[in-house]
Structures are given as C-alpha cells and as structure tokens.
C-alpha cells in the first residue's frame, strides 16, 4: 500500500501543528476584522442616534425596576448606559 518513504511521528506532529495554526490564525484574523467593522459601523450609527431628540424619564419609585430592565437592555444590546434612553416602562399582559 505505501512505497517509499513514510513519514515519521515527529514529522506527522509537524504537520499537524502547521495545520491547526493555520486554522486559528484564520479565526483571530476573522475575530479581528469583526471588531474593526463593528467598530467602523458603529460610528456611522452613532452619528444618525445623536441627531434626535432627548426626551426627559419621567420620575417614579421604579427605581429596581428600573435598574434592572436598564440592565437587560444594555446587555442585550452591549452598550453602555446613557447611549440609549427608556421613555416609558408598562406592563404589557
């Protein structure tokens, strides 16, 4: 089946790092450009955000209530507090 020269256990190891490398220097290469584009992209959509207009909370003793929605909010869209603002909290059934 095989003729000739076989390749040695040191050398298969080789060649078996060479690949994985090559398959995680592709996925950082990726991970990376991700960043850079949602960087670029999130300037041009931070732009047109700031031209609206800012309407004041109103004042209630929610403030847990509040707290915690704010903190689901700005996990699910990964932003800090303050680059988005909740109008109005109402129980919908």
Do not use: C, H, W
């Not at 949602?38 to 909370?57: D, L, N, T, Y």
């Amino acid at each position: 089946m095989f003729e000739g020269n076989v390749m040695t256990f040191m050398e298969s190891l080789v060649i078996s790092g060479l690949g994985i490398s090559i398959v995680f220097s592709a996925l950082v290469t990726l991970a990376l450009s991700i960043v850079v584009f949602s960087k670029i992209f999130g300037r041009f959509a931070g732009q047109e955000e700031s031209k609206k207009p800012v309407v004041q909370p109103k004042k209630e003793n929610n403030d847990d209530a509040y707290a915690v929605i704010m903190a689901a909010v700005s996990e699910e869209v990964r932003s800090l507090k303050g680059e988005y603002k909740i109008k109005e909290i109402k129980e919908v059934k």
